[in-house]
């Protein structure tokens, strides 16, 4: 008899893990810790999404923030390899501010918003944190408010 093919399901969408935390709760007798990750996901198809999950354990945290990205996913229009037109846009204290580039130009970013770029299929662009916020919650979260605010082409 044979055996059926244990096949593990390759997702469409790839994940970044952009922050992991250790947080402490006091409760009587002493602390209890627990961890809290922020993931990204994207299927670098113009389609991206941050998610936070909180676990006892690293892994467990991460799966928790994955399936949270999944549910905040925002799908957006490409113009060939990078975004239509340029876009500011704030989440709490941090600031982010995208352009398009020309063809060769490459990824130009950085932290979260590097991670958030390519995971939506951007791949010539020139974009700053113009913020002194160093919240890479934050900073992703206005990356996906900026890439929000994209207009749909005209045909």
Known sequence: MARPHNKIEKSEFDQRVLDVARVTRVVAGGRRFSF???VAV???KGSVGIGLGKG???SQSVEKA???AKKNLIIFPLKGSTIPHEIEAKYASAKVFLKPAPTGTGLVAGGALRAICE???IENISAKILSKSTNKINNARAAVEALKKIKALKK
């Open 36 to 38: 809290r990750a922020t």
């Open 42 to 44: 994207g299927n670098k």
């Open 56 to 58: 006892l354990d690293v």
């Open 66 to 68: 994955v399936s949270d």
């Open 119 to 121: 995971l939506a299929g």
